[in-house]
């Protein structure tokens, strides 16, 4: 018998299972990256055996990549897709607007990639990411290794002037050495409290030369797909609609594939 799910991932099985009724056969999807990412690689692959679908997948990571082809799903690059018609992605945080933190797993350069070339994105999430305003997560900012003193610095002085709550910077570790990501960077974490203007300090720090992208997602979420460990799912839109909620049912979750 498996272990009963904590409420954490009972959330997110139920917002990931929620979100794979929005995909319909013979889409290209975005798969994104994380713990809730990976119950909906589950539950989607759970879904093309059961209905025999056809999708064309694409990942935001090598990690997500094995795992969706370890279930039998059809993974190709973005290049090869083109163009996405929906990605379904986990978050670190999202703010009432929807614009969100991600990359708390490295793997946001992708997942920004693969975001805007998508018609729409969804976001999966339990309810403790859901938050009044975007900061309180460490924002993670991918950086190059080549001069990565020196561009630490720059983004220090862009902390400086910036409209937030704190300036901690913190160099992402992995051991002993710095965290690499899959297109070889680094990450630093900005501890930062608080952000008044996310646009702004975007846009400030892709200023520095050695940023190569930030883990603020402004403007591309569509939805947010939030998973309670009871099974209700609420669906928030972008466009500023009512809510819409359904329900799934946790016991599911022990019968979906594993890898
Ligand atoms: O780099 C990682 C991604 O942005 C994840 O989507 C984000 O960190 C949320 O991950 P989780 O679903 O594990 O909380």
């Known amino acids: 018998m498996s272990e009963p799910l904590s409420q954490a991932d009972a959330g997110k099985f139920a917002a990931a299972r929620g979100a794979v009724d929005l995909v319909e056969d013979g889409m290209k999807l975005g798969l994104g990256t994380g713990s809730t990412a990976n119950w909906m690689v589950r539950a989607l692959a759970a879904r093309v055996a059961r209905e025999g679908l056809t999708l064309t997948c694409v ?3 090598t990690r997500t990549g094995d795992l969706a082809r370890a279930l039998g ?4 690059t973005l290049d090869e897709a083109g163009w996405l018609d ?14 969100l933190i991600k990359g ?15 018609d729409r994105m969804v976001v999966i999430t339990d ?20 001069g990565m003193g020196v561009t630490s610095k720059l983004i220090g002085k862009v902390l400086e002037t910036a409209a937030v709550g704190a300036r901690g910077s913190r160099l992402r570790m992995q051991g002993d050495a710095p965290f690499v990501t899959d297109e070889g960077n680094h990450i630093v974490d900005l501890a930062l409290e608080r952000i008044d203007a996310p646009a702004d300090l975007a846009a400030a720090l892709l200023q520095v030369p050695g940023v ?11 939805a947010v797909v939030i998973g309670h460990p009871d ?13 819409v909620f359904a329900r799934v049912d946790p016991a599911e979750a022990a019968a979906l594939p594993v890898a």
């Open 212 to 222: 190569v992208e930030t883990g603020l997602f402004l403007g591309l979420c569509d």
């Open 104 to 118: 708390g797993g490295g793997a946001h350069l992708q997942e920004k990639i693969v975001a805007a070339a998508s």
């Open 127 to 146: 309810p403790s990411k859901d938050v009044a305003q975007l900061g309180a997560f460490p924002l993670p900012v991918e950086i190059t290794p080549f």
């Open 73 to 76: 799903l059809t993974v190709v």
């Open 59 to 61: 990942p935001t990571s």
């Open 86 to 99: 929906l990605t379904i992605d986990g978050a670190d945080e999202f703010d009432p607007a929807l614009n």
């Open 231 to 243: 099974g209700r799912v609420e669906t928030r839109r972008a466009d500023g609609s009512a809510p």
